[in-house]
T-cell receptor
Framework: DTGVSQDPRHKITKRGQNVTFRCDPI?????LYWYRQTLGQGPEFLTY????????KSRLLSDRFSAERPKGSFSTLEIQRTEQGDSAMYLC????????????FGPGTRLLVL | RKEVEQDPGPFNVPEGATVAFNCTYS??????FFWYRQDCRKEPKLLMS???SGNEDGRFTAQLNRASQYISLLIRDSKLSDSATYLC???????????????FGQGTELSVKP
């Protein structure tokens, strides 16, 4: 499968625990995005990378959230001290820079914080 | 005011019907516009880009009115398989070479019945 992949697909955790999600973009794509989607809403932008550089972060991304893309390939999104309000689908997307920004989404990681 | 607004529906239509979705956006500097389709518990997938001159792809027609900041999607001869949520999407960066975060509407749910 040459599309965007995400791991894990589902995560259940207890409030206060840390979680980490991984995203593997389409191999030649140099832009990688993280979005969050809650039930009944469209995805909301969290952050994006061009190669290894994190170029923009949403105000939604509190200090408990951190994202990395150390070698410009896969990316991780970590949430520290999870809260029930963090329960959502976390979507990763990738695209080529200098294109019409067609972003291809991965299947998402569904997080439930108990 | 949300940056991208859509009627959440649901729209319940019989097979063969024509259905229209509307969307408004607030940032007049936006340059790129899209419709994405999202099936239940799946990731969003690009349905079509929207151009100022209007564009058609089979049964789907998208139109953009920059003066009114209004985007539409028309589906003709609807099929059962068209049942999904349709997301109106605007590129959140005035110059897509500077970044490509997508701003999503809430989504409009469509249910096509036999």
């Amino acid at each position: 499968d040459t599309g965007v992949s995400q791991d894990p697909r589902h995560k259940i955790t207890k409030r206060g625990q840390n979680v980490t999600f991984r995203c593997d973009p389409i191999s030649e794509h140099n832009r990688l995005y993280w979005y969050r989607q809650t039930l009944g809403q469209g995805p909301e932008f969290l952050t994006y990378f061009q190669n290894e550089a994190q170029l923009e972060k949403s105000r939604l991304l509190s200090d408990r959230f951190s994202a990395e893309r150390p070698k410009g390939s896969f990316s991780t999104l970590e949430i520290q001290r999870t809260e029930q309000g963090d329960s959502a689908m976390y979507l990763c997307a990738s695209s080529l820079a200098f294109s019409q920004e067609t972003q291809y989404f991965g299947p998402g990681t569904r997080l439930l914080v108990l | 005011r949300k940056e991208v607004e859509q009627d959440p529906g649901p729209f319940n239509v019989p097979e063969g019907a024509t259905v229209a979705f509307n969307c408004t956006y607030s940032n007049s500097a936006s340059q790129s516009f899209f419709w994405y389709r999202q099936d239940c518990r799946k990731e969003p997938k690009l349905l079509m880009s929207v151009y100022s001159s209007g564009n058609e792809d089979g049964r789907f027609t998208a139109q953009l009115n920059r003066a009114s900041q209004y985007i539409s999607l028309l589906i003709r001869d609807s099929k059962l398989s068209d049942s999904a949520t349709y997301l109106c999407v605007v590129n959140g960066s005035p110059d897509y070479n500077q970044g490509g975060k997508l701003i999503f509407g809430q989504g409009t749910e469509l249910s096509v019945k036999p």
